[in-house]
């Protein structure tokens, strides 16, 4: 097997790697990097050679440094199929058209702004059309449903095999199984791998038998999390402060994953009787369709979660408002304490937070809840930091609303979590490839497998390939 590291590579942002095995070429993820402008745009035209003769891809989740650059795999003549699981599929398809549109928003901004009349006009990465293009190759395939790959030249080609990554919903690591002259192989593509204990959803699934080779994240190599234990008397001490001075809370969270637990929570508090019932928004058009879809895929609940809602569904028992429109969105603000309000995005540095923002950050009463690590440089960070004054838009605003971080939330395993997700795969004769983490949590995660007893591990640079050994 070959494998060539085409994305996230000592970086966490971009997924990408391409697999040649069995006489197939396989994509592991599409993702889009996420970064600097000027170097977004250039990684994210590049793709691996002769796209249009990849064989298929292999989705593990929708996350869009995950799946962000399938349109632009499919303007380059890519036409093969689509591996993922049927939520995956779902909350794809919400991402995709969410970027298409901010891709043709973003360049028609800019084309109005004064320019050169040499300068060239600037298009987007791909338009909502593209998009569309990309949902027609999509194939639904379950955990557990191992799924043939045939080589064009017929080959033995390789078969692959989903398994619950506990992530996001409908989130997947991959086992890959091929011969080569040595025999019978595996490798094990992690993909993300989530937390234990998490709401919602189901913890990762044990690896199934020891692998040859294993691709892994390393995103929160080099820390710990706060327990899951620690976060939901945190987040009711915070739901109690303001329902007990009739504020305001708001929640900047991720429309994927995070919203959906941040409402889980909410539900729970509600049913305990532990708050009363107060209103509770969703204020993020693509955090609405991610919760509609999570209602939709109830298969991917855990226990405790379906113990808790029985035939009902996750927002019932709060029966959460959901703003699609904009102007639900400022009727929102119409409406006294006390309340929630869950908003995208978790920067503040766009998105229908920062109307809250502008009428909560100067009431004493109000309170803002972040609920994961904020980016350096943001509007976030600021208020997370308590700068006396912020800048909101267009106009500065003293911040003397209540401001708490809960740690914990993240939907990634950390260092220690990773390594007992991988406890199977630790043994002298395997190579793990450490990708998806910046250098200093890439190194310190390696050096754990190592101590651990990992028979070679790797740090990959990006565009680099390596040929495995049988």
């Known amino acids: 097997m070959r494998i060539q590291f085409c994305g996230a590579d000592r970086t966490v942002t971009g997924s990408c790697h391409l697999i040649e095995a069995g006489g197939v070429r396989v994509l592991l993820d599409c993702g889009m990097y996420q970064g600097p402008r000027q170097l977004a745009r250039e990684l994210n035209t590049r793709l691996p050679q002769n796209p249009g003769k990849i064989d298929a891809i292999i989705l593990s989740h929708g996350h869009l440094d995950h799946c962000g650059k399938l349109p632009v795999m499919v303007k380059s003549s890519y036409r093969g199929p689509i591996y993922a699981t049927p939520a995956t599929i779902d909350v794809a398809r919400i991402v ?5 549109e901010i891709q043709e928003e973003n360049a028609a901004y800019l084309n109005q702004r ?22 027609r190759l999509f194939k639904r395939v379950n955990y557990h449903q191992k799924t043939h790959i045939g080589s064009p030249n017929g080959e033995s080609g390789i078969d692959f095999t989903f398994y619950d990554a506990g992530h ?52 929160y190599g080099d820390r710990p999390h706060a327990p899951m234990s620690e976060i939901e008397p945190q987040f009711l001490d915070a739901v109690k402060a303001v329902i007990a001075r009739r504020g305001r809370l708001i929640v900047p969270s991720f429309a994927v994953g995070r919203t959906q637990t941040v409402l889980w929570y909410l539900n729970k508090f509600i049913k305990e009787k532990l708050i009363p019932r107060i209103p509770i928004f969703v204020d993020s058009p693509m955090g609405v369709e991610v919760t509609r879809v999570t209602l939709e895929h109830r298969e991917n609940y855990d226990e405790e979660t379906l113990a808790m809602i029985g035939n009902a569904d996750l927002s019932s028992v709060n029966v959460a408002k959901f703003a699609s429109s904009s102007q639900e969105s400022r009727q929102i603000n119409a409406v006294p304490g006390p309340c929630v309000i ?7 540095e766009f998105g229908r937070v920062l109307h809250h923002l502008k009428k909560s950050v100067e009431n004493e009463n109000d309170m803002v809840v972040f609920v994961g690590w904020i980016p350096p440089q943001t509007l976030g960070r600021r208020i997370q930091d308590r700068e006396a004054r912020i800048r909101i838009l267009d106009r500065w605003y003293d911040l003397r609303c209540e401001v708490r971080s809960i740690h914990g939330l993240s939907a990634h395993a950390d260092g220690e979590e990773l390594l007992r997700f991988l406890k ?47």
């Open 424 to 470: 199977p795969t630790i043994r002298k004769e395997t190579t793990a490839y450490v990708v998806h983490g910046e250098v200093s949590a890439a190194e310190t995660f390696a050096m754990k497998l190592r101590h651990a007893g990992m028979g070679h591990v790797v740090i990959p640079a990006m565009e680099t390939s390596v040929l495995t050994v049988g």
């Open 342 to 348: 869950v908003a995208s995005s978790p920067t503040c």
């Open 168 to 219: 996001i919903l409908g989130s997947a690591y991959v086992v890959i199984e091929y011969e080569d002259e040595g025999g019978k192989r595996s490798l094990l593509f992690t993909a993300d791998i989530g937390r234990y204990n998490t709401p919602i959803i189901r913890d990762p699934e044990s690896i199934p038998f020891a692998v040859d080779d294993v691709i892994t994240e390393s995103t």
């Open 114 to 135: 004064s320019r050169a009349p040499s300068e060239p006009r600037i298009a987007p990465l791909y338009v909502r059309a593209d998009a569309h293009e990309v949902y």
């Open 96 to 100: 995709l058209e969410d970027s298409a």
